[in-house]
């Protein structure tokens, strides 16, 4: 590279990335997570100390793009299988990268026993409210009134219930150290993200407990709608639903005025 187009570079995908071409949507927030999450490995010199959880689901190719060890868990397992690991190699980072599906759904039970033991891993958990990659279907962070293949006049929650706040749940057990709700929708969400990766990798170091990093994503393909429009509709209905911002650091309870 010459010095010219160096001193202009803003940008250099993480040596971390295997250069493979991501699967997921145009303008959607996996391929954004998923290189923030090599970016903060990299930076913090643990590539080989690092073993991640792969899900099933949209991210279910992550060993294709990471140069890192990669677990493929079962459904739903991903905490499961991280623990294990955690106990076996105490000395490792380990994280899981889960859909809202595979962490909310069939892998609730899994989830919330791992974070109320206090399991020390990193959970990253991508919620964009639907079924991603089989349809488009209700999941269970679906919120009230939102349009799905299985809930075509919008969600009912006298039929269907309430949409489940993991994240909430996370928050309050005793186990949990760290917990957050980010996004990646703008440059600036992007930032507060990979901090917030960032300070769930580190409080591994401290053997404190699980940490726990939603990122509020939308769904374009799975919504019917180009990715500004994802983005609008997201602003303007998940995160009234799904506030960003932390709700547990160093273990304390943030408080909301």
């Known amino acids: 590279m010459d010095i010219i187009s160096e001193k202009n570079l803003v940008y250099r995908p993480s040596n971390l990335l295997t250069g493979a071409t991501f699967n997921f949507c145009p303008g959607c ?17 643990i590539q080989s100390e690092t073993i991640g959880i792969s899900p099933v689901g949209c991210a279910v190719l992550l060993y294709d793009f990471y140069d890192i060890d990669i ?58 409210g639907i079924y991603g990659m089989t349809g488009g279907q209700m999941a269970p962070t679906t919120i009230p009134g939102m349009k799905t293949s299985t809930s075509p006049q919008g969600r009912n929650a006298a039929i269907a219930g309430h949409p489940l706040l993991m994240t909430d749940i996370a928050a309050s057990l005793e186990g949990a150290w760290f917990v957050t709700r980010q996004a990646v929708h703008t440059a600036a969400a992007v930032r507060r993200t990979k901090r917030a990766i960032r300070t ?16 509020v994503s939308s769904c374009q393909s799975g919504w019917k709608m180009s990715p500004v429009e994802a983005n609008r509709w997201m602003e303007e209905n998940m995160f009234p639903y799904y506030p960003l911002g932390d709700l547990k650091v160093n273990g304390e309870t943030i408080k909301k005025n």
Do not use: W
């Not at 927030?29 to 010199?45: A, N, P, S």
């Not at 190699?89 to 990268?97: E, H, I, S």
């Open 29 to 45: 927030g996996h391929g954004t997570v998923v290189r923030l999450i090599m970016e903060v490995v990299e930076e913090m010199g």
């Open 200 to 215: 769930a990798f580190e409080s591994q170091q401290l053997k404190k407990g699980t940490s726990f990093v939603e990122v």
């Open 71 to 128: 677990i493929q868990a079962a459904h739903g397992r991903a905490t499961a299988v991280a623990t294990g690991l955690k106990r076996v190699q105490p000395d490792k980072f380990v994280f899981t990268y889960q859909g809202d599906g595979d962490l909310a759904a069939i892998g609730t039970g899994e989830t919330i026993h791992t974070c109320n033991r206090g399991e020390n891993i990193t959970i990253i958990y991508i919620n964009n």
